[in-house]
């Protein structure tokens, strides 16, 4: 096989939260650790200018931290925004990373959500209501 493969195959087991027990154990340092939830440190990949995605009803949340990961932004958000969302994607052909940041916002626009860049990190939050709307009715 092909060593991207296993790379890509390692980061959505990881994300999809697959790994083993041994994994939920690392914490990151500095993190509380009472109801939070299992944190493992983003793996970027290095000198992989592109990346297979290829997934089935995800969490959205594990998506948004996946582009996070891969393209070394930060990234913020509520999770109860992305609560109970999930993403699908066919990915037959591989995708530069630099697209993946175009892909983030098309899913979070088709959940009613958005992507906007906050000094030197991005912000998932609810779309903004269009100019001149009550913001009522369906979007």
């Given at each position: 096989?092909?060593?991207?493969?296993?790379?890509?195959?390692?980061?959505?087991?990881?994300?999809?939260?697959?790994?083993?027990?041994?994994?939920q154990?690392?914490?990151?340092?500095?993190?509380?650790?009472?109801?939070?939830?299992?944190?493992?440190?983003?793996?970027?990949?290095?000198?992989?200018?592109?990346?297979?995605?290829?997934?089935?009803?995800?969490?959205?949340?594990?998506?948004?931290?996946?582009?996070?990961?891969?393209?070394?932004?930060?990234?913020?958000?509520n999770?109860?925004?992305?609560?109970?969302?999930?993403?699908?994607?066919?990915?037959?052909?591989?995708?530069?990373?630099?697209?993946?940041?175009?892909?983030?916002?098309?899913?979070?626009?088709?959940?009613?959500?958005?992507?906007?860049k906050?000094?030197?990190?991005?912000?998932?939050?609810?779309?903004?209501?269009?100019?001149?709307?009550?913001?009522?009715?369906?979007?």
């Amino acid at each position: 096989m092909k060593p991207i493969f296993l790379l890509i195959l390692c980061v959505l087991i990881v994300i999809l939260g697959v790994g083993s027990g041994a994994a939920q154990e690392e914490k990151a340092p500095g993190l509380p650790v009472g109801n939070a939830e299992l944190v493992i440190p983003c793996k970027p990949l290095v000198n992989q200018p592109l990346v297979s995605i290829d997934i089935r009803d995800a969490p959205l949340a594990d998506f948004v931290r996946f582009v996070s990961c891969v393209t070394e932004q930060n990234m913020v958000f509520n999770p109860t925004i992305l609560a109970g969302k999930t993403v699908t994607i066919i990915g037959p052909q591989q995708l530069r990373k630099g697209d993946l940041g175009a892909l983030l916002r098309t899913i979070l626009t088709e959940h009613g959500l958005e992507l906007k860049k906050q000094g030197g990190f991005y912000r998932v939050s609810a779309l903004d209501p269009p100019a001149g709307s009550s913001g009522g009715g369906v979007r």
